[in-house]
């Protein structure tokens, strides 16, 4: 087809974000799929099935490849470690009934994807839909393009101008075909749906080719029993996916038909309901409570929003309008990381708006169904993010070692029966069979049994989980980043004292609490104003820190609906005024006019408020250091950054404040906040005592112990930072404190790395290193937190973050193990949710995921070491063109394993953290010794039962009474007297069905009884789970299972051995069995214990053979012990001259806080 198609075949679709993928183009060609149903006919279906699994295949031969231009198929592949495939038709929308000339279409719609995906002059959009998301083709750009978003290239000034009176119908109807409706529609799935996908899993396809070779066998009562279990297995899978289906429907389905009010361009508003919406639409904002159906931009008043659907953050969220900023930014790159502030999301509810002098509270229409925040949501627990976990890649590697094992099985049970002039057909069945008993079908149910206990073990202790997945990965966790206020401290703070400031000096401090009330001033009306606080349902709400500070003047809040204002008209404003208990103040009160709410990026907030019949003022209030910077010099006292010292290293949370009077004539409305916040005059400190949660110093002392670093990542003060993270214990008295600063360096993009010890003494390099040294990262951005988790992720740690939910969204997302402390089941962004508000879920999630971790290997085991052992008993057996009868496997697979699989994951975890990690990988050498050994000794404990019986004095190949009757041969010769023998025979011709053997029962009885000493051998106890002996339903499960055995060893009843294919054997040939079955157990326990279980022995064997960790960390850690320079104190590097790669000669230091030996064995 020549270079062009091919060149254009390929794209990347959402670049750069989270969901990203790759596409390809394809064209159905007509002879390949006529090829393809000849196929699936001839195959009865067998190739249809395959191509449901493997999507990539069914496009492969099905269609050749085009641009994507030219497609109607496209094949999309992720971009993770997993790559997974699957397969989209491309579908064309027509929108020639919206468009009946070009003056349907207004210029300024030119350079919206609305406008180029629109093909001239067919009037037809070319459209796929992923993972809920439409996409449409860029005519222009030649690429699909996302819709259902307002387009990122606007500016501020472009979004008031373009949107700020409303789409025209026209506009509003195109767009509505091309997004489809403003819903996320969860419909919950018809039962017939999820039988059929349940039905077509890999592993019940498995299960049915099994029970059609057990059916052919005969097999009849196992193969009847193993489609019970599976039908059971479907059946609780369906009406678990159904329950989900359903609670997720009921969850969103409130938000998908809401009645609103729009602004039409022309026509005025008008009320429609809001699936209606698309993006660019103008919604109206009433006043009184509103749940929002859509994402949007506010572009004109004030709202007040409850976002704990979304963040677990219960206080009402701020809102100001987008600024109409006449510049050529992007808005998003305008607003930088304060875009927030101006964005609605779509499921948070509206409980109060302020309209400005423009008369209604107005926002632009942003993102509508799941393109929006609550969208994400849904789709993230829709289309979970599958987890590359080493536990999971080696399990897969495994079973391929079992399936190579079974085809060496296969071959040499075809030889055996060849050999021996079989027919064709029980040639292949046998050889089918042997597949089937080394694989272990239930190995995947089996490693989520454990999961699933875990699961529920986290949610009686208050921590919800919505990715399960992950809960092995918190037994690797050793790292974990804490956010400090409302985390490792108390969320409310007090206040301790008021440093006010008068003429560029400190004056005498106001402490808290006082007996006289602060007096009237500057500061006093900083202090009742400079807040978002509002009143809800009748209390004052909002950031703990206002609420505080607030309360303090004794004043309160009339929250009025309206108040008049010379310069503004009727506008919506908060007035605060003296209390019944507040100190005589010469004002009624005061009016804010004006909010700009705290920023993370800038470190502060300011509002404007005026003293009822007086002239505008603004007061801010922030980080002191940034607070001073925009104050003129001479209001700042010379010995501000003493004081400011002072405090901080004493713990305290140091808030700075400032005040500027404001012209008259110029309405709020109309000043920025640079204008605002620019020549101010400086107020003084406002101390507040940040006080350590109850909990926080004994479990990161626990977390020390068991070498798990901990982390503090805050927006504070380094000096605050500092001093908590020295009283909860993060950093020890003895430990030697360096301050490291990065700043901007003025009309460069490189930045500068200062050190500075904080103490004296001395201790290279840059951004690694400070990561692995590293234990506060102070006035950090939500950013900035999220790439200091994927930096640590970098470097080969495994992080978890634990964070209130609001500023932590994004690294709570990032993180391995992302903890909220939060009061909702689930947030946006974090995996595991805790109800307590306490750090305390941290080490229990730790030794829950460690204990979940073993019992997934132990099982694995037990499950591989299960199939080995009936597989190598089987093959014995096919020598002698024997096999295990019917009930023989029955009881193996049904009373033995079933039962162990389901009771060995109820050991719970262990109480006390050890400071090492259980072991992340499969095919590491302590397992596959563990696996191999126990193969050996199941293996020569069968084979020498197998010949030494046959050496016995009453072995006999042909009559299989004769051990029993040879004992007692008065009761022999009685019976011949009587012609029983030939009764006898008749009966056993009548009952054996060709198994029973005395290789047979001796294979069966020390095989099943050797399934039990691999249980127990397996069922590991301390140091990750507690002792074997606690999981009594597991140890009852045993006793009862062994005592079955060895009933069915000793009993002697004709009737019963006939069933079970069993015969009589000599009590000594018993006894001889039971022997053999305890030098095993006695072998097997004592490797485990004192080799693979043997930690000192494997760090010996590590030390010898000079092994190094593979971990980058590690490797730092390793050079960097050697290095006599680090750290370079009172130094500064630039970032040009710091792009340093950690291949050859870079290396790390022991960190005091975190010097381990633990590599995973």
């Known amino acids: 087809m020549g270079e062009n198609p091919a060149k254009n075949h390929y794209a990347q679709l959402n670049q750069g974000e989270e969901n990203e993928m790759e596409i390809f183009g394809y064209k159905t060609q007509g002879c390949r799929r006529a090829l393809c149903i000849a196929g699936y006919i001839l195959s009865c279906g067998a190739l249809r099935l395959l191509f449901y699994w493997k999507p990539e295949w069914d496009v492969w031969i099905n269609c050749i490849r085009c641009s994507l231009e030219e497609a109607d198929i496209v094949l999309l592949r992720t971009t993770d470690d997993f790559q997974t495939y699957s397969r989209k038709t491309v579908t064309w929308i027509s929108v020639s009934a919206f468009i009946k000339s070009r003056s349907d279409y207004p210029a300024t719609e030119e350079d919206s994807i609305f406008s180029k995906a629109i093909m001239k002059p067919s009037l037809l959009v070319k459209t796929i839909q992923v993972q809920k998301i439409h996409y449409v083709w860029n005519v222009y750009t030649k690429q699909f393009q996302k819709v259902g978003v307002l387009e990122d290239h606007y500016t501020c000034s472009a979004i008031h101008d373009k949107f700020g009176s409303g789409l025209t119908c026209n506009e509003q109807n195109v767009r509505r075909v091309m997004c489809g409706p403003n819903t996320i529609d969860v419909p919950v799935i018809p039962i017939w749906k999820l039988l059929i996908k349940e039905v077509l899993n890999p592993f019940y396809v498995f299960q049915l080719f099994s029970v059609c070779l057990w059916f052919a066998e005969d097999y009849m009562e196992y193969a009847i029993a193993i489609i019970f279990m599976s039908l059971l297995s479907i059946f609780l899978a369906v009406y678990d996916l159904r329950k989900q289906s359903i609670k997720l429907h009921r969850l969103v389905e409130s938000h998908n038909n809401i009645m609103v009010t729009v602004c039409r361009n022309k026509e005025g508003f008008q009320e429609l309901e809001s699936h209606y919406l698309v993006p660019g639409d103008l919604l109206i904002l009433k006043e009184g409570k509103t749940l929002l159906p859509c994402d949007a931009i506010l572009v004109s008043g ?80 829709l289309y979970p993010k599958p987890m590359n976990f080493k536990l999971y890649r080696d399990a897969l590697r495994f079973l391929m070692c079992l399936i190579a094992f079974a085809a060496i099985g296969m071959i040499y049970t075809v030889c055996v029966f060849a050999l021996n002039g079989e027919e064709t057909g029980e040639v292949v069945k046998k050889a089918l069979d042997v597949i089937t008993i080394a694989v272990p079908p239930a190995l995947p149910a089996a490693l989520t049994t454990g999961i699933i206990y875990t699961q529920q073990r986290l949610k009686k202790k208050g921590i919800f989980c919505i990715s399960p997945q992950r809960i092995n990965m918190c037994g690797q966790l050793n790292l974990v980043c804490f956010d400090k206020t409302g985390t490792l401290t108390e969320d409310g703070l007090d206040l301790w004292g008021l440093l006010p400031s008068e003429r560029n000096c400190f004056q005498n401090i106001h402490s808290f609490p006082a007996d006289h009330g602060l007096p009237w001033g500057p500061v006093f ?64 009160g005061i009016t804010i006019l004006r909010q700009f709410p705290f920023s993370s990026a800038l470190q502060r907030m300011s509002v404007i408020a005026q003293e009822i019949g007086g002239d505008p003022q603004a007061f801010i209030k922030g980080a002191p250091e940034t607070v001073a910077m925009l104050c003129r010099a001479e209001t700042v006292p010379s010995n501000f950054e003493s004081k400011l010292l002072l405090y901080t290293a004493q713990g305290f949370r140091v808030i700075g404040l400032a005040c500027k009077s404001l012209q008259a004539g110029k309405p709020p409305a109309a000043l920025t906040r640079e204008e605002v916040e620019s020549d101010l005059t400086f107020l003084g400190l406002l101390i507040m005592e940040n006080r350590l949660k109850r909990d926080t110093k004994p479990v990161l002392e626990e977390l020390s112990a068991a070498r798990i670093r901990s982390v503090m990542v805050t927006g504070d003060n380094i000096q605050t930072a500092i001093t908590v993270a020295k009283s909860a214990g993060m950093i020890a008295p003895t430990h030697r404190v360096i301050l490291v600063e990065a700043n901007k360096v003025p009309g460069s993009f490189s930045a500068s790395i200062t050190w500075k010890s904080l103490e004296e003494n001395k201790t290279e390099d840059y951004r690694s290193l400070l990561l692995l040294n590293g234990t506060v990262f102070a006035r950090m951005s939500p950013s900035q937190k999220s790439s200091l988790v994927e930096e640590f992720q970098k470097l080969d740690y495994f992080v978890g973050m634990c964070g209130d939910g609001a500023n932590d969204c994004g690294a709570l997302k990032v993180a391995h193990a992302g903890i909220s402390l939060s009061e909702q089941e689930a947030s946006v962004a974090s995996p595991f949710t805790s109800r307590t508000p306490s750090i305390a879920c941290v080490p229990e999630l730790i030794r829950e995921g460690r204990a979940a971790l073993v019992t997934s290997f132990c099982m694995f085991k037990y499950m591989a070491l299960y199939s080995i052992i009936q597989y190598l008993g089987v093959l014995l057996l096919y020598w002698q063109l024997n096999s295990f009868g019917n009930y023989q496997f029955l009881f193996q697979d049904l009373a033995i394993t079933t039962i162990i699989g389901v009771t060995m994951s109820f050991t719970r975890a262990y109480p006390k953290l050890v400071p090492y990690r259980p072991p992340s990988q499969l095919i590491s050498p302590p397992l596959l010794l563990s696996v191999v050994l126990n193969t050996l000794f199941s293996l020569s404990m069968q ?99 062994l005592g079955i055995c060895l009933f069915l060893m000793f009993a002697d009843i004709d009737d019963l051995y006939s069933k079970m294919d069993l015969v009589c054997t000599p009590t000594s040939w018993r006894i001889s069995m039971v022997g053999m079955l305890a030098v095993t157990l006695a072998v097997s326990f004592l490797v485990e214990e ?72």
């Open 943 to 1041: 084979i020498f039962g197998f010949v030494v019986v046959q050496e016995q004095p009453w072995y006999s190949q042909t009559d299989i009474h004769s051990a029993c009757l040879s004992v007692n041969n008065r009761e022999r010769n009685s019976s011949s007297s009587l012609g029983l023998p030939g009764v006898r025979d008749g009966a056993h011709e009548q009952t054996d069905n060709g198994y029973r053997s005395y290789e047979n029962t001796t294979v069966w009885l020390l095989s099943t009884i050797n399934c039990l000493i691999v249980a127990l051998v397996f069922s590991k106890g301390k140091p990750f789970r507690q002792p074997i002996y606690t999981n009594y339903v597991f140890i009852l499960v045993l006793i009862g299972q």
């Open 525 to 588: 009306k900083a202090l009742a104003v400079c807040h978002s606080l509002i009143v809800w349902e009748g209390k004052i709400q909002g950031d703990p820190l206002d609420v505080k500070m607030f309360e303090a003047t004794n004043w309160v809040i009339d929250d009025s609906s309206g108040h008049q204002n010379e310069d503004q008209g009727s506008t919506h404003a908060t007035v605060v005024r003296p209390g019944l208990q507040a100190t005589t103040a010469p004002v009624e």
């Open 302 to 381: 004030q709202c007040t929003v409850n976002e704990s659907m979304l963040t677990g953050e219960s206080i009402p969220v701020t809102k100001i309008h987008l600024p109409q900023a006449d510049n050529l930014k992007p808005w998003r790159v305008y607003c930088a990381e304060d875009y927030r502030k101006h964005v609605l999301f779509c499921g948070t509810e509206v409980i109060q708006t302020k309209a400005d002098d423009r008369g209604v509270v107005k926002a632009v229409v942003l993102q509508t169904g799941f393109n929006t925040a609550k969208g994400d949501l849904v789709r993230s627990i």
């Open 1090 to 1161: 004192a080799v693979i279980e043997n930690r000192p022995l494997w760090l010996l064997l590590k030390k010898t053979f000079q092994y190094h960790s593979k971990s980058h960390y590690k490797r730092l850690q390793h050079v960097l012990e050697q290095d006599s320079a680090w750290p370079p104190l009172n130094e500064t590097f630039f970032s040009d001259s710091v792009a340093v790669t950690v291949e050859g000669n870079m290396g790390g230091h022991s960190n005091p806080t975190f010097d381990s030996s633990e590599d995973s064995l």
